[in-house]
C-alpha cells in the first residue's frame, strides 16, 4: 500500500517516524512538503506519554534532549487563575499513595476536615521536586515508596521535526519538496487519487494523511469533512508567541499565567524561553496583547511576536473516504494542558491499530472517528474547568465563569462537589490525580469524603501523611538541580 504524508511539521515526521519504524518495507511511504509553507512550530511543552512515542521509535533520551535544546517537565502551574498572585500546579504522577482500598485524597479530606493537612502540593513528589527546582529520572532512595518524579519534556518543536526527518528518510520515507496545487480525486468514490505538485509532478497513494494544518488541504477542501466550533466552550481565538533569552534558573515545569483577557505560557528550552499569549479578541486588541506579551518576560525577546488565529474544535470526521487527518488539520485544543503533540501521537496509534490491509473499510474508519472525537471531548471538558471555575474580575474572566457547561463536566463536577469522587472514563487522557489537582487549585471544595476514610482512625491517617511528606523530602533532598542534571547527561552546549 501507498501511504502519502501531506505537509511536514511535528505532525507529519511523527507519523512518518512511526510508519517507517513499525511497518514493513512492502508499504510505501511519502511524504509532500514545501519549504515555502511555514509550520505553526514553537517551543513544545508535553505529558509523559510522549516518552512512549520516542520509546517505541528507539530513540536515546540523551540524544533527543541534545537535539532538540530540551529540557524536563514535571508539571504545570497555573498563575493567578484562581485569583491573582494564588498559584497552584498540575504535577505529573500520583498525589501521595493509595491505602486500602480508596485513593489517597479521600484520606487528605479526612485529615483537612479536622484541620490536620496540608495543602495538596505537600504530598506531591513531581511537584515537591519541581518546586525546589530538582531532578532526576532514577530513584534517589530506591528503598522508599513513591518511585521517581513522573516527566515529560520541553523542547524546540522545529528541531524535532528536523530530527524526526532525519530518522524517517534514513528507513526509506521519500520527501518531495514542492506546492500542492490540485487534488485530483475518484470520480466514482470521491476518495483522493493523487497529489500534483506545482512542477507537475503527481504523487499518487491509496492512503492519505493530512498534516497540512489548520488549512486542512485534503481533509476539508478536499473531502469535504466540516469543522465543529467549539468557541462557545473554549473562547480564546488568538494567539501571539516569541521566544527570550534565558532566565537565570532553569524551571523543570511550564507556567500559565492568566491574563486580562487569556493567559500567557512560558516554557523553558535550554537555549531561550519559549512564551506566548493565547487570547480572546472579543476582549483585547492584538496591538495591547503584544504589549502584555512582551511586559512580562523574562528576558530580551528574540523575535517580534508571530499571530497565530484559530477555532477551537474539530473535524466531523477525522477520517473520511482515504484521508486520515493529524495535528491542526483535524482540529485545535489551545495548549493549556499541553495536548497537541499528544493527540498527533494518539491519532498515529489508533491509525496504525486499525490500519488497512486492502480496501478501508467503514468499520475501521467509524472506530477512529469515534475514539478521536471521544479524545477532544474529554479534553475539552478538562480545558473548560480551568477558565469556568476563576476568581478573576476582567471581563473575559467573568463571561468564563457564565459558559455553559458540557452535560459530562456538570456530571462530574456534581459527583466531586457532593463527596470527593473522581472515576476515569474509558480511556480518557486525564487522570482523577490531574482532575483533582485543578479542582483543587482552583477552589472547589467537596462536601464530603469516602466514609472509609475514617477506617484507620484519626492518628493512623496523620502519621500516613506525616510518612509521605517525609519520604518526598528525603528524595528531594538527594536531586540535583534541573540545569546541572542537563549539563551531565544531556546538554546542547547552550546553558
Not at 534532549?65 to 504522577?93: N, S, V
Not at 528536523?162 to 520527501?175: I, N, P, T, Y
Not at 476518495?191 to 476539508?220: Q, Y
Amino acid at each position: 500500500m501507498r501511504i502519502v504524508i501531506v505537509g511536514g511539521g511535528s505532525a507529519g515526521w511523527m507519523a512518518a517516524a512511526a510508519l517507517s519504524r513499525l511497518l514493513t518495507p512492502d508499504w510505501q511511504i511519502t511524504l509532500v512538503e514545501s519549504d515555502q509553507i511555514g509550520t505553526v512550530g514553537v517551543g513544545e511543552a508535553t505529558i509523559p506519554q510522549i516518552l512512549l512515542f520516542n520509546g517505541v521509535l528507539g530513540i536515546d533520551e540523551n540524544e533527543f534532549l541534545k537535539a532538540t535544546k530540551g529540557t524536563f517537565k514535571l508539571g504545570i502551574e497555573f498563575d493567578g487563575w484562581r485569583a491573582p498572585g494564588q498559584r497552584y500546579m498540575h504535577a505529573f504522577g500520583h498525589v501521595g499513595r493509595d491505602l486500602g482500598l480508596i485513593p489517597f485524597h479521600h484520606y487528605w479530606l479526612q485529615a483537612k476536615a479536622r484541620g490536620k493537612a496540608r495543602t495538596l502540593d505537600h504530598y506531591s513528589l513531581s511537584e515537591c521536586t519541581a518546586r525546589a527546582n530538582r531532578f532526576s529520572r532514577n530513584d534517589p532512595l530506591p528503598q522508599a515508596p513513591l518511585g521517581a518524579p513522573t516527566y515529560a519534556y520541553h523542547f524546540d518543536a522545529g528541531l524535532y521535526a528536523a530530527m524526526l526527518r532525519k530518522f524517517s528518510e534514513a528507513r526509506g520515507v521519500v520527501r518531495h519538496e514542492g506546492r500542492i496545487v490540485d487534488i485530483p480525486l475518484n470520480g466514482e468514490t470521491g476518495a483522493v487519487t493523487a497529489v500534483k505538485l506545482e512542477n507537475g509532478k503527481l504523487i499518487e497513494g491509496d492512503l492519505f494523511i493530512d498534516c497540512s494544518g489548520f488549512r486542512g488541504l485534503l481533509i476539508g477542501e478536499a473531502v469535504g469533512s466540516e469543522y465543529v466550533d467549539w468557541s462557545k466552550w473554549l473562547p480564546c481565538n488568538r494567539a501571539l508567541a516569541v521566544p527570550c533569552e534565558s532566565a537565570e534558573k532553569l524551571l523543570p515545569y511550564t507556567r500559565a499565567s492568566a491574563r486580562e483577557a487569556g493567559w500567557q505560557w512560558r516554557i523553558p528550552l535550554q537555549h531561550r524561553i519559549g512564551n506566548g499569549y493565547v487570547y480572546c479578541s472579543d476582549y483585547i486588541d492584538d496591538d495591547r496583547a503584544a504589549e502584555t506579551l512582551l511586559a512580562n518576560l523574562d528576558g530580551k525577546p528574540l523575535a517580534d511576536p508571530r499571530p497565530i488565529r484559530f477555532t477551537t474544535g474539530h473535524r466531523r470526521e477525522f477520517w473520511k473516504k482515504n484521508v486520515v487527518s493529524l495535528g491542526l488539520s483535524c482540529g485545535f485544543l489551545e495548549p493549556l494542558e499541553s495536548t497537541s503533540l499528544h493527540l498527533v501521537q494518539s491519532g498515529i496509534k489508533h491509525l496504525i491499530d486499525l490500519l488497512p490491509a486492502g480496501e478501508i473499510a467503514g468499520a475501521e474508519v467509524e472506530r477512529f472517528n469515534r475514539q478521536m472525537t471521544f479524545e477532544f471531548e474529554t479534553i475539552r471538558d478538562f480545558l473548560m474547568l480551568h477558565y469556568w471555575a476563576n476568581g478573576r474580575d476582567e471581563p473575559f474572566w467573568q463571561a468564563c465563569r457564565n459558559l455553559e457547561l458540557t452535560d459530562s463536566l456538570q456530571h462530574k463536577l456534581e459527583l466531586f462537589r457532593s463527596s470527593g469522587r473522581l472515576f476515569r472514563y474509558n480511556e480518557e487522557l486525564f487522570t482523577e490525580t490531574g482532575w483533582l489537582q485543578v479542582l483543587i487549585g482552583q477552589g472547589i471544595e467537596p462536601a464530603a469524603y469516602h466514609p472509609l476514610a475514617n477506617a484507620p482512625g484519626d492518628e493512623a491517617v496523620d502519621k500516613y501523611l506525616v510518612s509521605i511528606e517525609e519520604v518526598i523530602a528525603a528524595k528531594v533532598a538527594r536531586m540535583p538541580e534541573h540545569a546541572d542534571y542537563i549539563r551531565q547527561n544531556c546538554s546542547s552546549g547552550d546553558l
